[in-house]
């Protein structure tokens, strides 16, 4: 259930999210969504791509620390309100987001919103339950 978002640890030195990105790029991988957060001394970029096995494989060639993780993918309205909404449900539900971000990619008018959850089994039912439009992939 969910989709696969790749995690690359990255130090957190000039040219580093360049050499990331170039080495997808080299491999003919396509971003679907993208994240970094930062501390002082590194980063961690989160992904999601087209083909995930052959960008994990491009990104450990080239020396970097990737993982996997699933994650849940959520098309909302594009409008005032939807994501509140959203939040809302997982609060009245009392699901634990770890963290989300957005993707630029969807249908005109709908924003897709990646969520990691504390409980993946329960907030996917939740959201199946509630009639709200999961993304296998996109």
């Known amino acids: 259930m969910g989709i696969k978002q790749i995690s690359v640890f990255l130090e957190n030195t000039t040219g580093r999210l360049s050499e990331a990105t170039g080495t997808l790029a080299q491999a003919g991988i396509n971003l679907r ?49 939807s994501l509140a909404r ?3 449900l997982f609060q009245k539900s009392q699901i634990n987001i770890e963290y989300l971000y957005a993707s630029l990619e969807g249908q005109m008018g709908k924003a897709v919103v990646i969520f990691k959850l ?7 039912r939740i959201l199946k339950e509630n009639g709200l439009t999961l993304a296998e992939k996109f």
């Open 86 to 88: 959203l939040m809302e």
């Open 118 to 124: 504390e409980d993946h089994e329960k907030g996917f």
């Open 33 to 81: 969504a993208i994240s970094i957060a930062d501390t002082a001394d590194f980063g961690i970029l989160r992904l999601i791509v087209d083909k995930t096995d052959e960008a994990v494989n491009a990104l450990n060639s080239a020396g970097f620390t990737t993982r996997q993780t699933s994650v849940v993918a959520v098309e909302i309205e594009d409008v005032p309100g």
